[in-house]
């Protein structure tokens, strides 16, 4: 069995009944199921569409999302998130570029590593270098004026914990932003890199060895084994190509708003929900929804 999930921006939902009952009589799918008034429905199904992405790209023009997955385990017992550009709205490296003045050529960097045209340990390596000097102190301006939280973020972290899961945040970042972004909004462990100081200023080196692609999977591999279950519990969330490793690990592999040639290689993209998509694709209810 299959279920067929539609979502939409729950800021300016736009889901037609008429819209849903069309789709489920045309794959020949069960009782539609109303998730979010407006924002997000479901129906079962027997068999796998084969003109869903098809389908996908006809919803993506009218700022509907379609997820097609498994039935059977969508509700995962872990989170293993990305922070930058997933978790917060901004990319933390770039935010300090602008604070050091060379804002232009660091968001160059990022886009490009991003999009998986850099290897990303040189591309860090490189930001980080012209980060030197920076004083230590900007990291908390940055933090207080620069950074916000993704819409949703709150509400999947506490719900998913609310029914026995276990967040994670690992980021090509740096734990003097991931410290706080995690605690703020629940994750119960965090992962990144370290920005190294000397005397209150930015050395230009960032710690070794450098937390990239293979470093989230071997966390999504050392945190399942410590908690006793398995990458089919997992519900894995980023949007760049060094999360593609953790991505295609997990049970489930949700590119968020996520860069093209990352997008392209998962089953399961979202460009127009927030993160409360992640719940609703695990089957919830807005009414199971947990405020943090």
């Not at 023009?61 to 997955?69: E, K, R, S, T, Y």
């Not at 935010?95 to 886009?111: F, M, P, S, W």
């Not at 890199?193 to 937390?211: Q, R, Y």
Request: charged content about 20%; proline content about 4%; glycine content about 10%.
């Amino acid at each position: 069995m299959y279920v067929t999930t539609l979502l939409t921006n729950p800021v300016r939902p736009r889901l037609e009944p008429a819209a849903i009952e069309a789709l489920r009589t045309a794959w020949g799918g069960g009782a539609a199921v109303w998730l979010a008034p407006g924002a997000a429905a479901e129906f079962p199904m027997e068999a796998l569409p084969e003109n869903r992405w098809q389908v996908w790209e006809d919803m993506q023009a009218l700022g509907i999302d379609l997820v097609v997955q498994p039935a059977e385990g969508r509700r995962k017992r872990m989170l293993l998130a990305d922070m930058d550009s997933t978790m917060i709205g901004q990319e933390c490296i770039d935010e300090l570029a602008d604070e050091a003045g060379v804002g232009a050529r660091v968001k160059e960097i990022t886009a490009r590593a991003m999009n998986g045209e850099l290897d990303f340990e040189g591309a860090l390596r490189e930001r980080v270098g012209l980060l030197k000097g920076l004083p230590e102190g900007v990291i908390a301006k940055v933090l207080a004026e620069r950074i916000t939280y993704t819409p949703g973020g709150r509400e999947l972290i506490a719900t998913m914990k609310a029914n026995s899961g276990y967040a994670a945040l690992v980021s090509g970042g740096f734990t003097a932003f991931t410290a706080q972004v995690a605690a703020g909004l629940g994750f119960d462990e965090h992962r990144a890199n370290t920005l190294l100081v000397e005397n209150g200023v930015l050395t230009g080196v960032p710690s070794e060895p450098i937390l990239g692609r293979e470093a989230k999977v071997a966390a999504l591999k050392e945190i399942t084994a410590r908690l006793g279950i398995t990458a089919a519990d997992v519900l894995a969330v980023g949007d760049g190509a060094n999360d593609l490793g953790m991505l295609e690990l997990a049970g489930a592999g949700v590119a968020l708003h996520a860069k093209p040639s990352v997008a392209a290689q998962c089953d399961i993209r979202i460009n127009h929900g927030d993160l409360t998509a992640l719940l609703f694709i695990q089957g919830y209810s807005v009414d199971e929804f947990v405020e943090a």
